[in-house]
């Protein structure tokens, strides 16, 4: 795409990414598609950054004034027209220094909401939203006391963590000091990258029977454009909340639909958003929708490789010219249905071997697998752990078809993961493959 | 054109009899260059799918097929077997980074003056594997693969500093994951046990197990 005036020099955007971040190529090549210049802000530079200084720095982002001022200085040599946080880890300091820069953003305000699950389920009451009972507990309580005071079922979550870690479903008052007690382990044991603890607060909910759906939109002065929704057909009932599968367009009845995005629309007002990708997880009973989390920020993982629009455009492509002010391609989805899988982990131990995967390419409909986990690494099930062995996508002539083809491409698919202990002497058979492009592992926002 | 000790034709003809499938003979060629230089390959050649456009030479009871777009790199080269460590190895006398193709050879300075430098001390190294229609083709190696950051180093760091010194470059690809699938360019053969192995099929065993 053009910029608006061929005169005016191309408008410029500061992309904030974690190192660990699995989008980054995706929202690179957009940007190099649609001809966008960019600088890169992340945690550390990389290791040809000096080659071009004006394409990156470094910012910490947990150090929001300190990183605000670094991204002024840096702006009054390199001027920039917008700021992107590609995950949850850069979204509270983009929109503090889109404020501080006069750049169009959500207000920060209304993004720290959204990122505190508590602040979320306040402004969601408050606004008189469908949303479960919630207690938020410190990691220092008494669990043997709190049982006696929260219903059953319950969930309990920590505040912070992504990817439903340490989310668990408690059913009585002894299944809850285990999950409360685990969650306060699972908190202890996850810094930030400074070396700072991730929390220190459990938030206990009540848990919501019903269907799982997320929504992906995008907010244009405050006006939400609805670009998907995605069933999650395997039950999310507990005890661990692990996702696999998505797939859209949703097959629910059309007024179920249009409560779903009735729903996310009043969840964004309710917070405060106003501009930008946003991502809803909602639950969907005989009683309505119900909210569970409205993010500042588009889909995780790998997953937005599952939408395409108009003529093959991403949804990075999207989030880049909505955020300079630029008219979206086209926001038809480009294939009739698709969906994609993330591989649960269904043991911790050493990844030792991958094997089917060629097989399970083959299956009809299936686009790309694309493992993410290298052998030899250790690898932790939920709700501990915050990985997936990999995604698998798929591309269909309905919804049905395409979920078929994540679920039989999968049952293809065989993870030896073994101790320890018995890991260094495995020898891998014959279809052991190695993974060509591993990305690191997600870290805990 | 290439040589074979005593010691790796022995080898090669006790392999290569020990075979169900009729081998007509050994394909050899260049694969990529790493930090020590040429990165070679050598399998078996089963009868019916010899390689079209290879040069073909004799060396003892061996015939060589050697693929058409390695012939100048792999002149005067030794193919030697280690009886101690087991393992095959290919003498190089040709210099690795030096490219017929100016436009290749520009790029090839690039890499060796300005990033490999900085990419080796996070234990890496980007290898130029061809310049085709003003685009770059590089894979990555050591520590780049895996790296969170690979991504930007690529975008920000080499494709900036190589259109910086090399405008005529449109566009730099990276290889490192053609094993996906989802890269065009650097297709491997079908019978190529590694590229077997990354797709998850059954790799067909090493002539050199």
Known sequence: ?445 | MIEITDAAQEKLLEIQNSREEEIVGLKVAIKGRGPAGFDHSMQFVVAGEEPEDAVITEAGELRIFVEQGSVDNLKGSKINFIPATGVFDIENPNPPFVWDDPLAQQVQDVLTEQINPGVAQHGGWITLLNVKDDVAYIELGGGCVGCGLVDVTLKQGVEVAIKASVPQIVSVVDTTDHASGTNPYFQQSKNDPHHQADKGGQAPASPFA
């Open chain 1, 1 to 445: 795409m053009s910029p608006t005036r061929p005169e005016a020099p191309p408008s410029r955007v500061l992309l904030l990414m974690a190192t660990k971040t699995y989008r980054a190529g995706a929202f690179l090549e957009a940007a190099s598609r649609l001809g966008i210049p960019v600088a890169v802000g992340s945690e550390e530079t990389h290791v040809l950054s000096g080659l071009n200084p004006r394409g990156n720095l470094q910012v910490d982002f947990h150090d929001l004034e300190g990183a605000t001022d670094k991204i002024v200085e840096f702006a009054q040599e390199n001027p920039l027209d917008t700021i992107v946080s590609t995950d949850d880890d850069g979204v509270v300091l983009a929109a503090m220094a889109s404020d501080a820069l006069g750049l169009t953003h959500s207000p920060m305000v209304a993004v720290r909401a959204a990122r505190d699950k508590y602040h979320t389920r306040q402004a969601l009451t408050a606004a008189g939203m469908r949303t479960p009972e919630y207690l938020r507990f410190s990691v220092d309580d008494d669990p043997s006391e709190i049982a006696q005071q929260v219903s059953y079922p319950c969930v309990v979550k920590p505040l912070a963590l992504a990817a439903s870690r340490g989310v668990m479903r408690a059913d009585d008052p002894e299944q809850f000091v285990v999950a409360f007690e685990r969650l306060v382990s699972i908190l202890r044991g996850v810094e930030h990258g400074d070396g700072t603890p991730v929390g220190d607060q459990i938030l206990v909910e009540g848990f919501i029977p019903g269907a799982e759906v997320a929504v992906e939109g995008m907010l244009i002065a405050g006006e939400l454009l609805v670009l998907a929704i995605f069933d999650k057909p395997d039950p999310l009932d507990g005890p661990y909340f692990e996702e696999t599968i998505y797939v859209t367009p949703s097959r629910h009845p059309q007024e179920v639909q249009a409560e779903i995005v009735d729903a996310t629309g009043q969840a964004v007002a309710a917070l405060g958003l106003t501009e930008g990708p946003i991502h809803a997880e909602m639950r969907v009973n005989e009683q309505g929708a119900w909210i569970l989390e409205v993010a500042p920020r588009s889909i995780g993982g790998y997953c937005s490789r599952a939408l395409r629009f108009g003529s093959d455009a991403t949804l990075e492509e999207l989030i880049l010219q909505q955020a300079l002010g630029h008219p979206l391609n086209s926001t038809e989805p480009a294939s009739p249905a698709s969906g994609v899988m993330m591989i649960p982990i269904p043991k911790a131990g050493i990844l030792c071997e991958m094997q089917g995967v060629a097989s399970a390419q083959e299956v009809p409909g299936i686009e790309e697998i694309r493992l993410t986990i290298p052998v030899g690494q250790a690898v932790v099930p939920l709700p501990e752990g915050s990985q997936y062995l990999g995604f698998i996508f798929s591309r269909a002539e309905n919804p049905e078809r395409a979920e078929a083809a994540l679920r039989q491409a999968h049952a293809r698919l065989n993870f030896v993961i073994l101790p320890p202990d018995e890991a260094d002497s495995h020898e891998p058979g014959e279809t052991a493959v190695d993974v060509p492009d591993f990305r690191a592992q997600n870290k805990p926002n």
